[in-house]
C-alpha cells in the first residue's frame, strides 16, 4: 500500500509535457496535468464511472486504469515501479462531454471492471489540447430536420414556441441507441419514449433511420416494436390531475427545446426542455435529459425543475399498460419498481406487423414518490421534487432480441426480470450503477 501511495503521488506531480496536435505535425507545448483517482461502487463488475471537477481549461483526456501485471513494468507515463509493484496501467476508453454547450467540458466518462474489494484506481491525464482517440461507437443519437425538397438535415439542436415540431421531424424527435435498445422522444406535448427492439447486438438506426425498409428486416434489423398512443409509454415525465386521477400532457407552454449534448462513443445525453410551463398554478422551467450508455439498455432520467414553489408540485410517470399484460409493482426501502410485460402490435398497420412481446419497467427513488395511483392507461407514481430534481430509471426489453435468449413467450417474463429487474441483473442494466469518484491528492 505504502508503494501505491507513493507512486500515485508521484504520478499526480508530474507537470508539463510535449504532445502533438491533431491534424499537426509540429510538436506544440500542451500542459499535462495527472491527477489519480480511486473508484467505489456497491457491487464488483463492470460499471460506469464520472469525474465531474473537469479542469476549466481541459480539451483533452486519456484514462489510465491501474490493471495486474509483471514487476517492474514500465508504466505510460515513464514512471518504473519498484520490484515489489505488481500492476502497471493500461488505457481505458473515456468521453469528454460539454453538457451546458459553453465551450467547457463538465464531464468525464469512462467504464471501469471493479474486483471483490469493489474499488479500482485510475489515473487521468488532461490536456491543454485535443487528444484524438479512434474508440469504437458503442451508442448513437441522431435528429434530423425535414427540407422542404425531401431531403433531410441533422441537427444537434432545436427550438419552437409552438407545438409544431412533431412534424418537422423524422422520427418526430431526437432518436438514441445502444448495441441493445434504442429510444425515440416526441418533440410535442405528449414528450412520450418510443422504443425500438434489437435483434441483435449492434448500432444500426443510421441505416434504417427508425423506418427499416422490408429488405432490412429480412437482413434482421429491429423495429419500432410498441405503439404508445396517448399513455405515459416508459418514463415520460408527466403533470398529475389529483381531481381526474389521471395524468397531463405538457400544454400551456412558452417554448420548447431538443438539444443532443453527447452522442458517444460511450454514452448518449439529450435534453428535452419547456420553458414557461404554465402548471399548478405556477409558471416552471423543466429540463429531462437522457443518459443510456454502451454496454446496456437503462436509461437514465434527470429532471431539473425550476421556479418559485416547484418543490409543492406533484407530477407523475410510469409504463403504460399493454394488451395482455402482466404487472409486478414493488416497494421496498430504495423505492419503487414497476414492471410490465405485454403483447401488442407496434403499429396500427395490423395486416403487415404482428403482435410483439415487450417488457418495460421503471425504479423511481423512495423519498420523490408520493403516491402510487394508476389511470386508464398506465400503471402510475405520483412524484415531488426534491431540491427541484426527479431521477429514475426506465428500461425496455423485447422478446425477439437473441442475446436474451427466451424460448417462448411464456419464459420471457422470467427472462425479462433476470436480465434487467434482479438484482443480479447485468451491471450496464442495472441502475444506480454509476460509481463513487474520489480524487486521491
Not at 460539454?98 to 488532461?126: K, M, N, Q, S, Y
Not at 448513437?140 to 422542404?148: F, G, L, R
Not at 420553458?275 to 405556477?282: A, H, L, Q, V
Request: hydrophobic letters at 40%; charged letters at 30%; proline letters at 5%.
Amino acid at each position: 500500500m505504502k508503494h501505491l501511495l507513493m507512486m500515485l503521488a508521484t504520478l499526480c506531480a508530474l507537470g508539463a509535457a510535449e504532445a502533438r496536435t491533431p491534424g499537426t505535425a509540429k510538436k506544440t507545448k500542451a500542459k499535462i496535468t495527472r491527477v489519480c483517482y480511486r473508484v467505489t461502487a456497491a457491487a464488483e463488475g463492470r460499471t460506469w464511472a464520472v469525474v465531474r471537477d473537469v479542469p476549466a481549461d481541459a480539451r483533452g483526456a486519456t484514462v489510465y486504469l491501474r490493471m495486474p501485471g509483471p514487476a517492474g513494468d514500465r508504466l505510460p507515463f515513464g514512471v518504473v515501479p519498484k520490484a515489489e509493484c505488481t500492476y502497471n496501467y493500461v488505457e481505458s476508453v473515456s468521453q469528454l462531454d460539454d453538457l451546458d454547450g459553453d465551450g467547457i467540458f463538465d464531464e468525464l466518462v469512462f467504464p471501469v471492471t471493479l474486483d471483490a474489494a469493489r474499488t479500482a484506481d485510475v489515473c487521468v491525464e488532461w490536456s491543454t489540447r485535443p487528444v484524438a482517440h479512434d474508440y469504437a461507437p458503442l451508442v448513437n443519437a441522431q435528429m434530423w430536420w425535414k427540407n422542404p425538397d425531401k431531403t433531410l438535415t441533422e441537427r444537434a439542436q432545436l427550438f419552437s414556441e409552438k407545438d409544431d415540431m412533431y412534424r418537422k421531424l423524422h422520427h418526430h424527435g431526437p432518436a438514441f441507441e445502444s448495441e441493445y435498445a434504442a429510444y425515440r422522444i416526441y418533440f410535442d406535448k405528449k414528450q412520450s419514449i418510443d422504443t425500438y427492439g434489437k435483434k441483435q447486438p449492434r448500432l444500426e438506426l443510421r441505416e434504417t433511420m427508425w423506418y427499416p425498409s422490408d429488405e432490412q428486416l429480412a437482413a434482421g434489423c429491429g423495429h419500432d416494436n410498441l405503439r404508445v398512443f396517448g399513455s405515459v409509454s416508459v418514463g415520460a415525465l408527466k403533470g398529475w390531475n389529483p381531481e381526474r386521477r389521471r395524468m397531463e400532457h405538457i400544454v400551456g407552454m412558452r417554448r420548447r427545446e431538443a438539444a443532443i449534448r453527447a452522442r458517444g462513443p460511450l454514452r448518449t445525453v439529450v435534453d428535452m426542455r419547456v420553458e414557461g410551463w404554465k402548471y399548478g398554478g405556477r409558471e416552471i422551467d423543466m429540463t429531462s435529459r437522457y443518459i443510456l450508455y454502451g454496454g446496456g439498455s437503462v436509461v437514465k432520467v434527470e429532471n431539473r425543475i425550476e421556479g418559485e414553489g416547484a418543490d409543492g408540485l406533484e407530477f407523475a410517470t410510469g409504463v403504460m399498460k399493454i394488451r395482455d399484460n402482466k404487472v409486478r409493482i414493488v416497494r421496498d426501502d430504495e423505492g419503487f419498481l414497476l414492471e410490465t410485460v405485454g403483447c401488442d402490435f407496434p403499429e396500427n398497420d395490423t395486416l403487415k406487423w404482428e403482435r410483439e412481446t415487450v417488457g418495460l419497467a421503471l425504479w423511481l427513488p423512495a423519498r420523490q414518490v408520493a403516491s402510487q395511483i394508476d389511470d386508464a392507461a398506465s400503471y402510475l407514481c405520483q412524484l415531488r421534487p426534491v431540491d427541484g430534481r426527479i431521477d429514475y430509471w426506465f428500461v425496455m426489453g423485447w422478446r425477439k432480441s437473441a442475446f436474451l435468449g427466451a424460448d417462448d413467450d411464456e419464459e420471457w417474463f422470467d427472462v425479462f426480470r433476470r436480465r434487467y429487474t434482479s438484482p443480479a441483473a447485468a451491471p450496464g442494466n442495472r441502475p444506480y450503477a454509476e460509481a463513487t469518484v474520489e480524487r486521491l491528492d
